[in-house]
Every structure is written in C-alpha cells, then in structure tokens.
C-alpha cells in the first residue's frame, strides 16, 4: 500500500520505517529541509534502538524516502497519517495548529479518495474538526479516522511492531478495511486491533497515559510515605506489583515523570476536561505531586551540606528523561541542575546519549564529561537522574578514588543499600532508608 506520514519526528520516523518494514510504499513529508535532506541520505535524526538498521534497509530498498512537498508526499497515498507535534497552548489544552493547518492544505491538494488519519495525540473531537478543515477546500469523498499511538521512546521500534493493542477510531466502514489490511502484519503477531469511534480512541491515548502517569505519582507519595515511616518502597512495590490487578509495571518512584507526552497529556486532559465543566481532581493532585517529585532530592542534598552549596562540585549522572533516549523534553535532570546552579554550586554532568540537546540548552552552564568516571573527578557528591543500564553496575573502586567525598543521592533506585553502605558510601535514594558507610 502507498502511504503518506506528515511530521517526521519521533513518531512519524518510528511509524514511517516501521510499515515500510512491513512492504508499504512510504513517503514521510516534513517541513525541516535540513532533516529531510539529513534522512534522505541515510543519517538517521533520532536516537532509538533498532530502528537505524531498519531504517537504513528500507531506504535503501526504496520503500522509504522523505520529501518538504506535502503535494509529492500525498500525491500517490491511499493513507496519510498526520504525525505532527501537538504541544501545550498557553493554557495547556493541545495546540491544533498544525494538525488543523496541515489538514486544511491537503484539502488544497485532494483530488481522489484518501484516509487522513490522526496519529498525533488530539483531544476528543478533534477528528470532526479536521473533517471540516480538509472539506474546506475540498468536497470530494475523503475519511478520517482516529488512531493514537502508544509507542515508548527507547523500545519504540518492538512497541510499534509487537504493540499491545491497535487502537482505531473509524466510523467508514471503507476506511476500516484498508486500516485493516495496513495492521494486518501486526496483528498476524497476535496483538488485537480494536476498533471504536473516533472520539473514544482519541480519549482512549489521554486516558491510557493519564492513568500511566496517576501510577508514578501514587507510587512516588508511597515512596514519600516510606520515607517518614522507616518502610522500603522497594519492598512495597514488589509487595503489590505481584497483585495481577495492580500489575508490576509502572510502579517505579523516582524524580518524577517527564518526556514530551505525560506531563503534556495529562495537562491537556485537564483542560478538556474543564472546558466541559469537569475537575478532573485526581489528575490535578497527580501534577501537582509529579511537580514537587522532581526537586525531591535537593531538600536532602541541602541537609547533608548544611544548607550551602556555594561552591560544592556535583556529578550528575543521566540527562535524558529515561534510559535509551536521547530525549530530554521535560527531564527531571534539568531541575536539579538549575537548582544546584542558582544556589552556587557547579555541575559536571555525563550522559550516554543525550549530551549534544543539553548543550544546545545549556551550552556551558555546566561542564560535560566524556564518560560516567570523568565526570566524578574531584566531586563532592553523585546526582543520579536516570537509570541507564551502565550506572547499574558500575566500578566502585573506580569511583571513589575519584570522588572528593564518598556521597551519593540517587533519584533512581539503583543500588542496593546495603551493599552501598558496606562500601563506605552515603547513600540517599527515594523511599528508602539513608545509610551511611563507615569510610563517610
Ligand atoms: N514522542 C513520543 O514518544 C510519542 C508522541 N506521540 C504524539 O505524536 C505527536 C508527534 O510527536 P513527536 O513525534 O514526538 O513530535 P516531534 O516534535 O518529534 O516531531 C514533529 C515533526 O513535525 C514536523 N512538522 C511540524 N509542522 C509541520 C508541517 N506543517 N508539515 C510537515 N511537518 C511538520 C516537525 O518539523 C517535526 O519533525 C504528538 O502529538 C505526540 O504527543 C504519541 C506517542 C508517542
Ligand atoms: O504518548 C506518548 O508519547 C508515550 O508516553 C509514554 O512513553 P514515554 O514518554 O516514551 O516514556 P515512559 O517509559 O512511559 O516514561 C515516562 C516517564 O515516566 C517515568 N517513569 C516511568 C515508569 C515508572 O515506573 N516510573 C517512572 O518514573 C520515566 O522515568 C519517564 O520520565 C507512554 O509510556 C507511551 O505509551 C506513550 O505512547
């Protein structure tokens, strides 16, 4: 099948090789001529596992190319899918300007029956709206069909290809047909498709990642909790995860949730849900406790150097949001670090991916060091901010002849108290008791 992605980014890329895999023919359109020339000659624009390789194949292959002209893009497709950014307005409901802007110029360019299809994250009627954007121009037969995407950056290629469930808004019982024959590869892999109207699929992505975000901010006041009554979050989230109603998953505190998604949708559902005259009051508690979540490691960073960090000299460890992303949309680790600089303390930071976006934001703010060891010489704490797999197990000896002194505050859980103490270090993490090795 001939098919259009509009908007390659995150999504689009992901979405655009992944049917290419799959034998379609795909045009992806973008409006960033440098990222379209980038990708036409095989450089790849996002960091996500796996996806190089099949990227590069259906390239060059010729199932895959890349195009600024929306007009070439359509031309030929039976679908588009609209993967444009939906980011927050100035009053965090979503901004549909480019979905809408987009929609409204392909009616300009139709001139047969296509599918346009919302993969973007869109409040509930957006697809109505688009509708009345393309028929603007346009008054042909044409349908639109809701169909959200659930991928996670840093395993999106397997979400996309083994996803859990294709979620399809459609009320055409034409475009249902060639939705079908699209995902029927991924479906052939065991995964339901299921099929609804538009507006419950377009609630269906708010609600499914509001309720992801709802399991981190719970579990991050448990941790809270934990904290103040002597209990291990560890323990308890092992102690619940093996309930199947509550499920393992998701269940991991931490510096609060970041990305470009959670903290966007779920201020978007809020707004949606106001602008029908709805407080929606456990998802403004879960913003508001993700919000405090993300400084929880400085009140204990002060107390152990006694409220100055004038000239204190910290690593910090992890930049991007989460591991295997070189994302650092909203990243907790960018909170602490303009904390720990405004009150006079300096950051040297390493991150296995994401070092080139922070220097674009913060250019040399802070010092950025060439591997996780580097970045301890000389330093008076650790700051952990995400959990790549290397910080996991690291070498200890290497580290404490490093460090100034034996400290770390790990917003990420990675080691286990014990052993860390009975290696000489300070040790404070989020839930869980301090311990403090004997060599403080
Ligand atoms: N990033 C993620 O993991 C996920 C994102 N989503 C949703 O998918 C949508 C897209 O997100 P991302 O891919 O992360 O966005 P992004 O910001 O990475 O990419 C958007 C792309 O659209 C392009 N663009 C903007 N205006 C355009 C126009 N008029 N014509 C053609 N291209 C244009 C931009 O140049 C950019 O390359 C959002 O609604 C997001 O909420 C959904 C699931 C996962
Ligand atoms: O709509 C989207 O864009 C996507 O948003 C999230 O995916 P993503 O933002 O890539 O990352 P997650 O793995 O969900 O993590 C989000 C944040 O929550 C945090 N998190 C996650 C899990 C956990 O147990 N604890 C926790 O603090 C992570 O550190 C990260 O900051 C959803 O998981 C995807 O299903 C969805 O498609």
Redesign the pocket.
Known sequence: MKIAV???????LVTGTCFAETGNEVIC????QS?VDRLSNGEITIYEPGLEKLFLRNLKEGRLSFTTS?ADGIKDAVIIFL????PPGADGAADLR?VL??AEDIGKLLTDYKVLVD????PVGTADKVREAVAKNYNGEFDVVSN??????GV?VDDFMKPDRVVIGVSSERARKLMGDLYAPFVRSGNPVIYMDERSAELTKYAANSFLATKISFMNEIAQLCERLGADVDMVRLGIGSDDRIGKRFLFPGIGYGG??FP??VQALVQSASQVEYDFRILNAVMDVNEKQKTHLLPKIRRYFGNDLKGKKFALWGLAFKPNTDDIREAPALYMIDELIKEGASVTAFDPEAIRNVKQVLGDKISYAENQYDALQDADALVIATEWNEFRTPDFLKMVVRMRNKVIFDGRNLFDTKAIAELGFHYESVGRNTVTGSSK
Do not use: M, Q, W
């Open positions: 509009v908007g390659t980014g995150y999504v689009g359109v973008d409006i960033d990222k929306l993967a444009l950014p939906t480019y802007g987009v993969k973007s994250t869109v959200p995407e659930f991928l996670r950056e999106a470009s998604c966007k949708d």
